[in-house]
């Protein structure tokens, strides 16, 4: 299946869906926000960086300050399919939908 890649903003939402099924009927949704880009010294390549938009409501950028979660999930350019737009998890819950009614019609 191929996503449509998203333009990532900074402070801007994004979702990753994945699935405790093989067939994929129950999506598991968790949302993010971009804080930026290639942000380590370490990064090898093109690194987004994206912070638990829970951890970003309640304690603001990990750029900004030290307290709180200041864990961050690291995309590098192979799986930056993963990260999805509104529109693109809107169309990926459609077709976990499209794919339930599938199996329930059997």
């Known amino acids: 299946m191929s ?9 801007d939402v994004y979702y990753r869906i994945t699935y405790p099924d093989r067939e994929m009927l129950f ?5 993010f926000v ?7 010294e370490e990064d090898e390549e093109e690194t ?5 938009s829970r951890s970003f409501a309640k304690f603001g950028s990990v750029l ?15 799986d930056k399919g993963d990260m999805l737009d509104l529109s693109g998890l809107v169309s990926e819950l459609e077709m976990a939908d499209g794919r339930r009614s599938n199996t329930s019609e059997r």
């Open 3 to 11: 996503r449509r890649q998203p333009t990532f903003t900074k402070g």
């Open 48 to 52: 987004c960086y994206f912070q638990l």
């Open 27 to 31: 999506p598991r949704i968790e949302s």
């Open 34 to 40: 971009f804080v930026g880009k290639n942000l380590s």
């Open 64 to 78: 900004e300050n030290d307290s709180g979660d200041r864990a961050v999930t690291c995309v590098t350019e192979k």
